[in-house]
């Protein structure tokens, strides 16, 4: 079973199920333009029933040991999720993505979500390895990377098709060493 992860009072990382397809679509839809900035799956999720498939795609990874999606909740209500596209495990290395509503920006919430998240794939998962990409232009999620003490490591050129326009992608890298090195 995926572990619940306490980042804060209040604010935690747990497995999503199907109860919680319906309030995570309530949010995905609140903040819809807001998300379409960076993200292109949201024109395939049209109602909880996409919700539900991600949620059940997430717990297959879970038991395939390919990784996590988790949701992140506030004070009891889901405001995002965050998660590991894959595991590779003959590389030891994952990469890291995630999402918040608008309303609860600016708070410091991905930034700690993100710190417990990264320690649990070096500690847990045993990976030496974890990956942020962003788009060049999401400067958010950039600083969510930097101030974890990702390095900026490269820029993969026009490679993110967002809604028919080729974006760049900035690829942050932290090793196993270098965060164990960041926790002293």
Do not use: C
């Not at 949201?42 to 390919?66: A, C, K, Y």
Request: aromatic residues 10%; charged residues 25%; negative net charge.
């Amino acid at each position: 079973m995926p572990i619940t992860l306490h980042v804060r009072p209040g604010l935690l990382v747990r497995p999503l199920t199907a109860a919680d397809a319906g309030p995570l679509y309530e949010v995905v839809e609140a903040n819809r333009a807001y998300l379409r900035q960076w993200l292109t799956w949201l024109d395939d999720t049209h109602g909880p029933d996409d919700v539900r498939n991600f949620i059940e795609h997430g717990t297959s990874q879970w038991s395939r040991d390919d990784g996590y999606q988790g949701g992140i909740i506030l004070d009891g209500t889901p405001v995002g999720t965050i998660g590991m596209h894959y595991v590779n495990r003959r590389n030891r290395s994952t990469e890291v993505g995630y999402w918040l509503a608008e309303t609860h920006g600016r708070q410091g919430i991905m930034t700690d979500v993100a710190r417990v998240f990264v320690d649990d794939a070096f500690q847990r998962w045993d990976l030496n390895r974890v990956e942020i990409r962003t788009a060049a232009g999401n400067l958010r999620s950039q600083a969510v990377a930097l101030r974890l003490g990702f390095k900026l490591e490269g820029v993969l050129r026009e490679i993110f098709n967002h809604y028919g326009t080729l974006l760049d992608m900035h690829v942050y890298g932290m090793l196993r060493r270098e965060w164990d090195a960041l926790k002293l």
